[in-house]
Protein backbone atom coordinates (compact mmCIF):
# COMPACT_ATOMS: atom_id res chain seq x y z
CA UNK A 1 0.00 0.00 0.00
CA UNK A 2 1.02 3.27 -1.26
CA UNK A 3 -0.23 6.43 -0.69
CA UNK A 4 1.38 9.64 -2.70
CA UNK A 5 0.93 13.27 -1.54
CA UNK A 6 1.29 16.34 -3.92
CA UNK A 7 4.03 18.83 -3.36
CA UNK A 8 4.46 21.99 -1.17
CA UNK A 9 1.85 25.09 -1.33
CA UNK A 10 2.21 28.78 -0.60
CA UNK A 11 -0.38 30.48 -0.40
CA UNK A 12 -1.61 33.95 0.62
CA UNK A 13 -4.15 34.37 3.34
CA UNK A 14 -7.65 34.30 2.12
CA UNK A 15 -6.67 31.66 -0.56
CA UNK A 16 -7.75 27.74 -1.15
CA UNK A 17 -5.49 24.62 -1.26
CA UNK A 18 -6.12 21.32 -3.09
CA UNK A 19 -3.91 18.37 -1.20
CA UNK A 20 -3.83 15.04 -3.42
CA UNK A 21 -3.52 11.59 -1.76
CA UNK A 22 -2.66 8.80 -4.66
CA UNK A 23 -3.25 5.78 -3.35
CA UNK A 24 -2.08 2.26 -4.14
CA UNK A 25 -1.79 -1.53 -3.91
CA UNK A 26 -5.24 -2.07 -2.73
CA UNK A 27 -9.00 -1.20 -3.65
CA UNK A 28 -9.17 1.98 -3.04
CA UNK A 29 -13.16 1.96 -3.15
CA UNK A 30 -12.69 -0.11 0.54
CA UNK A 31 -11.30 1.68 3.00
CA UNK A 32 -11.85 5.20 4.23
CA UNK A 33 -9.30 7.61 3.84
CA UNK A 34 -8.54 9.71 7.00
CA UNK A 35 -6.87 13.22 6.90
CA UNK A 36 -4.49 14.41 10.04
CA UNK A 37 -2.54 17.92 10.14
CA UNK A 38 0.47 19.04 11.52
CA UNK A 39 0.56 22.30 12.81
CA UNK A 40 4.73 23.87 14.03
CA UNK A 41 5.43 22.85 17.08
CA UNK A 42 1.89 21.24 17.72
CA UNK A 43 0.91 17.21 18.13
CA UNK A 44 -1.66 15.70 15.32
CA UNK A 45 -4.99 16.72 14.41
CA UNK A 46 -7.87 14.57 12.64
CA UNK A 47 -9.89 17.09 10.38
CA UNK A 48 -11.53 14.37 9.02
CA UNK A 49 -12.26 11.37 6.51
CA UNK A 50 -13.77 10.50 2.91
CA UNK A 51 -15.44 7.18 2.12
CA UNK A 52 -14.58 6.65 -1.67
CA UNK A 53 -16.62 4.15 -2.42
CA UNK A 54 -20.02 6.91 -1.90
CA UNK A 55 -18.27 10.22 -0.97
CA UNK A 56 -19.65 10.37 2.17
CA UNK A 57 -17.63 12.65 4.90
CA UNK A 58 -17.23 13.17 8.46
CA UNK A 59 -15.25 16.53 9.57
CA UNK A 60 -13.98 17.43 13.11
CA UNK A 61 -16.40 20.29 14.12
CA UNK A 62 -13.15 23.24 14.19
CA UNK A 63 -13.20 22.72 10.07
CA UNK A 64 -16.69 22.10 9.27
CA UNK A 65 -17.41 25.18 6.78
CA UNK A 66 -13.78 25.69 6.12
CA UNK A 67 -12.42 21.82 4.69
CA UNK A 68 -14.00 19.79 1.98
CA UNK A 69 -12.92 16.45 1.48
CA UNK A 70 -13.24 14.58 -2.22
CA UNK A 71 -12.42 11.26 -3.84
CA UNK A 72 -11.83 10.42 -7.88
CA UNK A 73 -12.37 6.44 -8.01
CA UNK A 74 -11.13 6.73 -11.62
CA UNK A 75 -8.03 7.66 -10.65
CA UNK A 76 -7.71 6.11 -6.72
CA UNK A 77 -6.96 9.70 -5.35
CA UNK A 78 -8.46 11.61 -2.13
CA UNK A 79 -8.56 15.39 -1.81
CA UNK A 80 -8.60 17.63 1.13
CA UNK A 81 -9.35 21.17 0.21
CA UNK A 82 -9.13 24.39 2.66
CA UNK A 83 -10.28 27.70 1.85
CA UNK A 84 -10.45 31.02 3.43
CA UNK A 85 -7.05 30.21 4.87
CA UNK A 86 -4.79 32.39 7.36
CA UNK A 87 -1.66 32.19 8.85
CA UNK A 88 -2.07 29.71 11.47
CA UNK A 89 -3.51 27.29 8.66
CA UNK A 90 0.49 27.01 8.13
CA UNK A 91 0.83 22.87 8.99
CA UNK A 92 1.60 19.95 7.05
CA UNK A 93 -0.95 17.28 5.77
CA UNK A 94 -1.27 13.20 6.11
CA UNK A 95 -3.36 11.09 4.32
CA UNK A 96 -4.01 7.88 6.39
CA UNK A 97 -5.49 4.24 5.71
CA UNK A 98 -5.39 1.91 8.50
CA UNK A 99 -1.84 2.75 9.76
CA UNK A 100 -0.39 3.46 6.15
CA UNK A 101 0.50 7.54 5.89
CA UNK A 102 1.27 9.36 2.97
CA UNK A 103 4.74 11.61 2.88
CA UNK A 104 3.14 14.61 4.10
CA UNK A 105 1.96 18.03 2.49
CA UNK A 106 3.72 21.35 3.90
CA UNK A 107 1.07 23.90 3.35
CA UNK A 108 2.38 27.72 4.13
CA UNK A 109 -0.07 30.79 4.45
CA UNK A 110 1.98 33.73 4.06
CA UNK A 111 1.55 37.34 2.62
Known amino acids: IQLVQSGAELRNPGASVKVSCKASGYTFINYYIDWVRQAPGQGLEWMGR????????KCAQEFQGRVTFTADTSTSTAYVERSSLRSEDTTVYYCVLSGYWGQGTQVTVSS
Open 50 to 57: IDPEDGGT
